[in-house]
């Protein structure tokens, strides 16, 4: 596997394709509504978790279209990704840069991450909008009865 780079490049360049990276702005942009209302009690709504599952699972269906574009199975893929950790491990070889892939492909799998990538999205569209930079949104927030500050 020498010379030619990583023997994951291909699958990395998948989900860097321009039309996958398309399909998830698209994604982010039809639902970055639901991301602009917090709770008052801190916790999130419940949507925002379906909306993940949906996110990793077009993670996990573009993978297998790689695959098979590749001519490779899932079962393949993982005996490749196994055979290349036990490389890594036993000699410390590392220049399929197999961490750099996993950290890669499972950037899906980190519900921060996905926040993240919401928020940017709503604050992108609020600025379309014109509520740029430097500007504020007044909210009223109610407390609970009983409940103060911190």
Known sequence: MSGGGS??????????????????????????????????????????????????????EHLRQILHSLGMTEDTFHELCGYLQEIEENLGDDSENLYGYIKAITSSEDYDAFLQLMFAEVQRQQQQAGAGPGTSQEIDVVVPEGMGPG
Do not use: K, M
Not at 30 to 58: K, M, V
């Open 7 to 60: 023997s994951l490049e291909p699958i990395l360049r998948g989900f860097h394709d321009a039309g996958f990276q398309a399909v998830i702005q698209q994604f982010a942009a039809e639902r970055a509504l639901h991301f602009q209302a917090t709770c008052p009690d801190g916790s999130q709504p419940l949507i925002w978790t379906q909306y993940f599952n949906e996110y990793r699972e077009l993670f996990e």
